[in-house]
Each structure stands twice: as structure tokens, then as C-alpha cells.
């Protein structure tokens, strides 16, 4: 069964720093990867997806992510956080072999520290 | 163009009142899907309608129904409402399988 995990429930990074916000999965076939970020009393926004080639993916507001076939890993990266950064952050999951779900993680929770 | 659209933003229901949450979409997608949120629990799927006359179960869909009115319009009903279907419910679109999903802004519903 595909499943998605998030193994941080809260991230906490000094401003200018660099973030990494994890997230491993578990497929049957190929993965379709997927970062949304969701701010306070608001919904979900797309910020980046793997689906083939490069394994470095980049997106939007300066983050990319890394896809690690070997590690089963797509861990989300900025280069210098904003305090603006500070949101909760999804990862998901689509098989190849199936034709229907998505799986999200529990989210991570970004805290950026001024 | 307004992209994915909720009704009502809140809601505050007795417990074994009905009611249907209203989602609509301008962006011509095929797919659209109902989400829970809740805290610790991430998203979870519902019901999903992977293009204009179907539907299909999620991962939570007991105590739900669903409608695909047509393609820009996709309902979710509660029958008979339960203090745990309190939640925030999304609804939100895709154009297909690779691709992302853009999310409405959420309906916010307490069953007392």
C-alpha cells in the first residue's frame, strides 16, 4: 500500500538559515511526489512535484526538493529561510500503479525564528 | 477567475442534522476530491470524482455522500451528522493524474 511519512511534527530554523523539511514514501510502482504549503485559516498550495528526470526539483518562493529513489526520500529544501516561510508543510504521494489516490503526510510545521 | 470555490465558510450543526457543502471550479479540471483536516491527522481523502459522472471512495468516505452535478460542480453531504465529522473540509481540483491540485479555502463545521 502506498503510504507517506513526515517524520517531524515541527521544524524550528533561524532566519537566513538553511531548511530541510523531510518526507519519505513508500510505493508499489513509480511515485509521483508532491509539496504543498498551507499558511493560517487558508487552504493548500502547490509548491512543487517530481513525476520523472531531474531528481533536483524546483519550485516556488525559492523552495526545491531532492528526490532520492535509493533513500525513498523527497525532502524539501531553501537555501536561506524567511520568517514568511513559517506555514505547515504537506507532502504526497501518487502510485503509478493506481489510478486513484493521493496520500498526503500529517504535515510539518515550519516555524522560522527572526 | 475565481479557481476553486467553498459554501459555506462555516457551519454549526446538531448532532443527526444534514446538510451539503457546495464546491465549484472554473478551471475546466476533470478531477475533483472531498478532504478532511484534522489535527495530527494531516489530509484525508474522502470521495473523489476522477471526471464528470463518476465517483469513487477515499479513505474515510463512511457517513458521506457525494454528488458530481456536472463538471464544474461537486457536493458533499453529511445525512445524519456526528460529533466526530467535525472537522475542516476541502475541496479541491486537479486537470489529472500527474498533476497538482488546486484547493478550495476550506469549511470550517462543529457538530454539537
Known amino acids: 500500500a502506498q503510504s507517506v511519512a513526515q517524520p517531524e511534527d515541527q521544524v524550528n530554523v533561524a532566519e537566513g538559515n538553511p531548511l530541510t523539511v523531510k518526507c519519505t514514501y513508500s510505493?508499489?510502482?513509480?511515485?509521483?511526489l508532491f509539496w504543498y504549503v498551507q499558511y493560517p485559516n487558508r487552504g493548500l498550495q502547490f509548491l512543487l512535484k517530481y513525476i520523472t528526470g531531474d531528481n533536483l526539483v524546483k519550485g516556488s518562493y525559492g523552495f526545491e526538493a531532492e528526490f532520492n529513489k535509493s533513500q525513498t526520500s523527497f525532502h524539501l529544501k531553501k537555501p536561506s529561510a524567511l520568517v514568511s516561510d513559517s506555514a505547515l508543510y504537506f507532502c504526497?504521494?501518487?502510485?503509478?500503479?493506481?489510478?486513484?489516490?493521493?496520500?498526503f503526510g500529517k504535515g510539518t510545521r515550519l516555524h522560522i525564528l527572526p | 477567475n475565481a479557481g476553486v470555490t467553498q459554501t459555506p465558510k462555516f457551519q454549526v450543526l446538531k448532532t443527526g442534522q444534514s446538510m451539503t457543502l457546495q464546491c465549484a471550479q472554473d478551471m475546466n479540471h476533470n478531477s475533483m476530491y472531498w478532504y478532511r483536516q484534522d489535527p495530527g491527522m494531516g489530509l484525508r481523502l474522502i470521495y473523489y470524482?476522477?471526471?464528470?459522472?463518476?465517483?469513487d471512495k477515499g479513505e474515510v468516505p463512511n457517513g458521506y455522500n457525494v454528488s458530481r452535478l456536472n463538471k464544474r460542480e461537486f457536493s458533499l453531504r453529511l445525512e445524519s451528522a456526528a460529533p466526530s465529522q467535525t472537522s475542516v473540509y476541502f475541496c479541491?481540483?486537479?486537470?489529472?493524474?500527474?498533476?497538482?491540485?488546486?484547493f478550495g479555502p476550506g469549511t470550517r463545521l462543529t457538530v454539537l
Open positions: 479541491a481540483s486537479g486537470k489529472g493524474f500527474v498533476d497538482e491540485q488546486f
Open positions: 470524482s476522477a471526471s464528470e459522472g463518476t465517483t
Open positions: 504526497a504521494v501518487r502510485d503509478s500503479n493506481r489510478d486513484d489516490k493521493i496520500i
Open positions: 510505493v508499489s510502482g513509480n511515485p509521483y
